[in-house]
């Protein structure tokens, strides 16, 4: 057999026969390994003592509320809306509380921002006011025109005398 | 490659009772979840407090675990065992946690006494008063040991030392190769040897 230390292929061989979860041929053939190869038996009986000593560390016994709370928190969780559901397991826990909030500033703002234009200026009467006032002139602009067009013509037929013979 | 993968979903429902159970969670039968909790609530607290070393903040992470095997019950595929899958969750929130390190706040100090195991506490063997404090001294090395292992070795150690996943299982947990899984477990029971060496 290849010594597992040298070839680190090998090296979980040692360990799984530490953890007693070699299957017995092979543990067989590594034991007959270790008694000739000083090395392997440092390693395995090191390896055991760690073994040992992380068998010191029990694990605490579980919250007797523990099921209670994961069945209230999955029942809070069938309640909830689809949009909650579909966005908080994104958001960071501390944003959480300040979500609702920011999500309703946004919406008033978007509101605020794409209503369609209420009539801004001038009140009614004042508008009727000012399109008068526009008529008027156009109306005086017109004459104005006339006149000068009148004015032409005249000049036009009064030339001819007013040419010396 | 898909017929492979079916072939492996196939071969896993066939062979893992909580496979069976959790698509049995899948078509909503709540009864079978009440069942996988009482499986693996204590191993998966175990893990956790083990990897944060605090028993308030592994709570709230299983917590968290089981949530979120409840939530992915809808899309659950049986890829892999189902041990694999509830691991791989508990590690990813245990690194997150450790990464926000969001168990120092409260965590317990490494001095502070832990209750004995109920198995220690035989009427007819009681230990001494002495005995128990060279206990208590040597199970904080052992878990100052564990603590100052990097997150991926500790999660390596903790999965084949106290809950004897196999290297498979480990590799997948840990996103990793087999061999790779061997030569973190290789190297963090090399510093731990070094470490409790004096305790032996």
Known sequence: MECPIQSRENADLLLAYCARKLEPRTAAILERHMESCPDCRAFGDEQRSVWAALDRWDAQPVSPVFDRRLYQRLEAEEHRGWWDRAVRPWLPRAWRPAFPLAAASVLVAAVLLFRSPAPVGFPETNQAEAVDMDLERVERTLDDLEMLRQLNLMARVEAPSLQPM | ?200
């Open chain 2, 1 to 200: 490659m898909n017929e492979r993968v079916n072939n492996d979903m196939v071969a896993v429902a066939a062979l893992e009772p909580d496979t069976e159970l959790m698509l049995r969670v899948k078509e909503g039968d709540t009864a079978s979840f009440a069942l996988l909790l009482e499986r693996h609530r204590a191993p998966v607290i175990h893990f956790l407090y083990r990897m944060v070393q605090n028993q308030a903040v592994a709570e709230e992470l299983a917590q968290e675990v089981f949530l979120r095997v409840y939530r992915a019950r809808t899309s659950y595929e049986p890829t892999a065992k189902f041990t694999t899958w509830l691991f791989r969750i508990a590690m990813h929130l245990a690194l997150n946690s450790l990464r926000d390190g969001k168990n120092e706040r409260g965590q317990e100090s490494l001095d502070v006494e832990t209750p004995a195991a109920p198995g220690r506490q035989i009427a007819d063997r009681k230990p001494t008063v002495e005995q128990d404090l060279v206990h208590e001294v040597k199970l904080r090395e052992v878990r100052r040991a564990i603590h100052l292992l990097p997150a991926k070795q500790r999660a390596a150690v903790l999965m084949h030392k106290y809950h004897e996943l196999e290297y498979s299982q480990i590799a997948r947990v840990l996103n990793c190769s087999e061999s790779a899984v061997k030569s973190l477990l290789f190297r963090a029971y090399e510093t731990l040897r070094v470490r409790l060496a004096h305790l032996v």
